[in-house]
């Protein structure tokens, strides 16, 4: 069986274009590349006229939003819908990571909240006097901080923020998936899958939790959605974010997992996160994916759909972008760093520390 795509193999790939020479590529490069551009618009075109009429009417429920319009407006500009998005800033010491989280939750009343938490890999290690576990817990696979696990900090930091006692009767939109990867995982060695299975169970039991993604991986929801007309969203009702997940054999492979954790997950995936529905709407040019609960979905489409109209060439939610934008402003990355590079160079010891890349002359 080949498994490969399209059976493309990676001889193909090098024998695509290549100038040998700098004065070739100047001369040529521009209109081969407009060209190559060119071809792609319109079988892209012809992708998407196809794909409406013999994928998206024949397997989809397409909706409009307007008809919740008014009651989306109402409820943004009276500030019953919380936007939350979170950053992160990290700095490396040959000790372990110190980081820091910020989480910002804004509505249109202008009411925030603004949550911050620091991580310090260095304080979590017990003490020891034996010089070679020292050298052996600095090896990259014994850390206990990795990216991942601050991704799932953070996912987790604005999930517990949505959840907080003044916005139980608010809509809260999150961004990014509803259902983050990196919070089903359990994380390997740190055991989170209670833990965070508890807050994601927590969210979907509150029907006014939904999300938007900004930067889907999912080129084919994505494709679906450019077939969409402005002013449409589209869902299957009879597939729910739970099956996508059960039907995802990498990630649903039984050998993967500790048993405990795998019935846990399976029982996850059937009770909980069979109330999420997949969306895909389009506001203006770009499509967006969104997950909601099956009891909100079009609601929370037409907040989304409501407040992307305030940036009507994007066709993003703006509240999102507020909330981003507050954060770049109440955390901001180089202050965390040079608090540190502060301290370091007070200390004399920023030259072994700092980077190589930070020390360049630009």
């Not at 006692?165 to 899958?193: V, W």
């Not at 059937?270 to 389009?282: C, K, N």
Request: glycine share 6%; with cysteine.
């Amino acid at each position: 069986m080949d498994e490969r795509p399209s059976g493309i193999t990676f001889a193909d790939l090098l024998a695509q274009k290549q100038w040998s020479d700098y004065t070739s590529f100047i001369a040529e490069a521009p209109a081969t590349y407009a060209a190559e551009v060119g071809e792609d618009i319109q079988r892209e075109e012809a992708l998407r006229q196809e794909i409406r009429s013999s994928i998206l009417e024949q397997k989809f429920e397409v909706r409009r939003f307007e008809p919740l319009l008014k009651e989306a407006e109402k409820l943004l500009f009276s500030g019953g819908v919380v936007g939350i998005d979170g950053t992160v800033s990290k700095y490396r010491m040959l000790s372990g990571l110190r980081c820091q989280i910020g989480i910002v939750a804004v509505n249109y009343a202008n009411e925030k909240v603004r949550q911050s938490y620091f991580i310090s890999e260095a304080c979590l290690q017990t003490a020891t006097e034996d010089v070679v576990e020292a050298l052996r817990r600095r090896e990259a696979r014994n850390r206990v901080i990795s990216d991942m696990v601050i991704r799932a900090l953070l996912l987790y930091r604005e999930r517990e923020v949505a959840m907080r006692h003044e916005y139980r009767d608010a809509f809260r939109m999150l961004h990014g998936p509803l259902l983050p990867f990196e919070l089903m995982t359990g994380l390997g060695r740190l055991r989170a899958l209670e833990a965070t299975l508890t807050i994601l169970e927590r969210g979907i039991e509150d029907p006014k939790c939904f999300s938007i993604i900004s930067a889907s991986s999912q080129d084919d929801y994505l494709t679906l959605g450019m077939a969409l007309e402005k002013g449409e969203y589209l869902v299957d009702p009879g597939y729910t974010l739970g099956d996508e997940v059960a039907d995802n054999p990498d990630f649903m492979a039984e050998g993967k997992w500790r048993p405990s954790e795998f019935g846990r997950m399976r029982e996850f995936l059937h009770r909980y996160a069979s109330r999420i529905l997949v969306g895909v709407i389009r506001v203006s040019e770009r499509p967006y994916v969104f997950h909601a609960h099956r009891e909100s979905f079009d609601l929370a489409a037409a907040i989304i759909a409501r407040d992307a109209l305030l940036q009507r060439e994007k066709g993003f939610p703006l509240l999102i972008d507020y909330a981003d934008t507050l954060c770049s402003e109440y955390f901001p990355a180089g202050d965390f760093a040079n608090l540190l590079i502060y301290k370091l160079a007070k200390e004399g010891h920023l030259l072994s520390q700092a980077s190589e890349r930070m020390m360049r002359v630009k």
